[in-house]
């Protein structure tokens, strides 16, 4: 395991083993290579991209009717499977996309397939686009705002080392915490992900609002459904999370939605039991895509071999570029199925370094980052979904720990940042290059 490493101001650095690559790196030939591409990518986006969404969007609503149409004939594995994999890609694909700006500029239908329109405005809105535990406008702020821009730090709502901080520290046998995980990876998304994404976007409207934060609350605690019934937040009520959040997709999801199959059993003569079948499969659905979701996406960024930051940097500079392939990794790419079946989230670094890009855009940018990582010695991460599954485990329950980056770099390669930027500020130069773009997007 590689930890901080100290030394006194006299001595150069001591780097680790597995550190040493940074000692050679031309941090701003790095740099200028990701923004080139970057630009590069986001100006061969067209209709190609489009028609690749469409097809994605395609596939997704082929597995929801599939489920949707046999989820009344007894509890099996098809419409289990289906209605699975239909919640897991309409979020992992079509709304995370969408909400991250990736066809903004593409699409011809600027009025749905918008990062300002889509899913948000309402439950209506919400439930013809996207419809979940987490609200979007919530997921919005944490997932696209928060955990995009402060990747591995402690501020890094997603931060898998530092959220499950009482798991790894807890007095017991590492085969103990083994027997909680079930539990735990198919109700994340609920017990979890909505309180938290919750607490992201109350949190963001008391700092615009310049609310004072309670004395003694830390802001970079995670608010769960247990935190909430044992102690509460300051943020909201139990009951203002149940009845905006996670209330509606509960009641209309799993209960309302059926409903016609109950009607559909009483013409039928069979009673209630298509209504009682498509509820259980419903039910079962819902353990499967948290599974699944576990699986591709909290895996994205833990392991022994990311690494973790004490600062923050500015988005789109050099130290953010570096930062987010040394923080996350990739999955298996290639095939369209492939990729369906990992939610398009096997093209982890390539999405944290262009986050506004289309689905269509990392697939053609994977090849070129990995050989431009290669060209600079920064370590490139790529590997089986399920062996990033054990290493998250690793992680969760204490058996191993994430590395942190040498701390003369962070603040050397910050101060490079601090350089270039106040170069490009007095430079006359009216260029504008996709980060900037991208990062005034984010700050709108």
């Not at 991209?49 to 098809?78: E, P, Q, Y």
């Not at 995980?181 to 609920?190: A, E, G, R």
């Not at 909430?228 to 309302?256: A, D, K, N, Q, R």
């Amino acid at each position: 395991m590689c930890v901080p490493q100290t030394r006194s101001r006299s001595e150069e650095p001591k780097l680790a083993q597995c550190d040493q690559w940074v000692k050679d790196f031309d941090f701003d030939a790095f740099t200028a290579d990701m923004k080139r591409l970057g630009d590069e990518l986001e100006a061969n986006q067209g209709p190609a991209d489009v028609r690749h969404l469409n097809k994605m969007i395609m596939w997704s609503n082929a597995c929801g009717l599939v489920g949707m149409l046999t989820m009344g004939f007894g509890i099996n594995v098809v419409p289990i499977v289906a209605l699975s994999t239909f919640t897991f890609t309409r979020w992992t694909m079509i709304a995370h996309h969408t909400c991250h700006g990736g066809y903004d500029r593409c699409h011809p239908n600027k009025n749905r397939w918008n990062r300002f329109k889509f899913a948000i405005g309402g439950l209506w809105t919400r439930m013809c686009d996207w419809f979940d535990w987490m609200m979007p406008e919530a997921w919005n702020v944490e997932h696209n705002n928060r955990h995009h821009y402060c990747l591995s730090e402690l501020e890094d709502p997603d931060l898998v080392e530092n959220n499950l901080v009482d798991m790894r520290d807890a007095p017991v046998p590492v085969f103990v915490k083994w027997l909680a995980l079930p539990l735990l990876v198919t109700t994340w998304k609920w017990f979890y992900y909505a309180p938290n994404t919750y607490k992201e976007l109350k949190l963001a409207r008391w700092r615009k609002a310049g609310k004072k934060i309670p004395e003694g609350v830390v802001t970079s605690d995670a608010v769960t459904v247990r935190s909430l019934l044992m102690g509460g937040t300051p943020f909201y009520s139990f009951w203002e999370f149940f009845s905006i959040v996670i209330g509606p997709y509960l009641l209309i999801h799993f209960f309302l939605f059926p409903l016609p199959l109950l009607a559909l059993g009483e013409y039928l003569g069979t009673g209630h039991e298509m209504y009682a079948s498509a509820v259980k499969n419903l039910f079962l659905a819902e353990l499967l895509t948290n599974l699944h979701g576990f699986v591709a996406i909290v895996t994205n960024h833990a392991g022994d071999d990311m690494y973790r930051f004490r600062e923050g940097c500015r988005p789109y500079s050099g130290s953010f570029y570096l930062r987010q392939v040394l923080a996350s990794v990739d999955f298996w790419t290639g095939s369209d199925i492939n990729d369906f079946l990992h939610g398009y989230l096997n093209y982890q670094i390539e999405h944290h370094m262009w986050p506004s890009l289309s689905m269509l855009s990392y697939k053609r940018s994977q090849p070129l980052v990995k050989a431009l990582c290669e060209k600079h010695g920064v370590p490139y991460v790529q590997e089986n979904v399920f062996w990033r599954t054990k290493k998250t485990i690793d992680i969760m329950t204490g058996s191993a720990s994430m590395r942190w980056f040498p701390e003369e770099y962070e603040k050397k390669f910050l101060e490079k940042d601090a350089v270039n930027e106040a170069a490009k500020k007095n430079s006359s130069r009216k260029t504008v290059l996709l980060s900037d773009k991208c990062m005034e997007a984010a700050q709108e």
